[in-house]
């Protein structure tokens, strides 16, 4: 069954300070690995994009890593601001149909905290 | 910056009543998505079209029906809600020559039926 797992479900960090959160992922046969970044009672904006063949991406602040092999990927924020505060959600897309299906993960919901 | 509009933003209605939800995109993308998602938990595909005149059914069973009459306009209606359909509602859209397949959101339609 395909499946993306995200952890920490929540976390809660000071301003300033920096984390990773954690994606696995059990879809195939893989095509790509979004992060993207969900505002309460908004839309997802998407952060980074990565396919088989990329290890790292960043995105200001952001820094996204992808092992292929393990079927992991992490998402490094830097120098946290109370802006981050958000759901970071996980989405892989499968190669098995024209669509690309995605398989969305439940999210990590981050607060950054004064 | 992503331009893809999305109204009402929040609503709610009794139940019976028939609803429509808009989702419109100017970037001229073939293909348009609706997901349903609860607070805090994953994105679910209810609707996705390929083009003009093609919908088809996504992954989690709903009641709602789509059409797809142009190519920038993707509308969601709701014959006869109830208290069950009470959700967020999100519209996406991804065009074949994106760069990097990225999938844009709506700001999403909160919906309560009472």
């Known amino acids: 069954k395909n499946q993306v797992e995200q952890s920490p479900q929540s976390l809660i960090i000071l301003e300033g300070k920096n984390c990773t959160l954690q994606?696995?992922?059990?879809?195939?046969?893989?095509?790509?690995l979004r992060w993207y970044k969900q505002d309460t009672g908004r839309g997802p904006v998407s952060l980074t994009i990565m396919t088989f063949s990329e290890n790292t991406k960043s995105n200001g602040r952001y820094t996204a890593t992808l092992d292929a092999d393990t079927k992991q990927s992490s998402l490094h924020i830097t120098a946290s601001q109370l802006s981050d505060s958000a759901s970071y959600i996980c989405v892989v897309s499968d190669r098995g149909s024209t669509l690309g299906r995605l398989y969305f993960g439940r999210g990590t919901q981050l607060t950054v905290w004064p | 910056e992503a331009d893809i509009y999305q109204t009402p933003r929040y609503l709610v209605i009794g139940t019976g009543k028939k609803i429509t939800l808009e989702c419109s995109q100017t970037?001229?993308?073939?293909?348009m998505y609706w997901y349903q998602q609860d607070p805090g938990m994953e994105l679910h595909l209810i609707h996705y079209s390929y083009g003009v005149n093609s919908t088809e059914k996504g992954d989690l069973s709903s009641e709602s029906t789509v059409s797809r009459i142009r190519t920038e306009h993707f509308p969601l209606t709701l014959e006869s809600a109830r208290p069950s359909h009470t959700s967020q509602y999100l519209c996406a859209s991804s065009g074949y020559r994106e760069s990097g397949n990225t999938i844009y959101f709506g700001e999403g339609s909160w919906l309560t039926v009472v």
């Open positions: 970037m001229g993308h073939d293909k």
């Open positions: 994606c696995n992922y059990t879809v195939s046969p893989f095509s790509n």
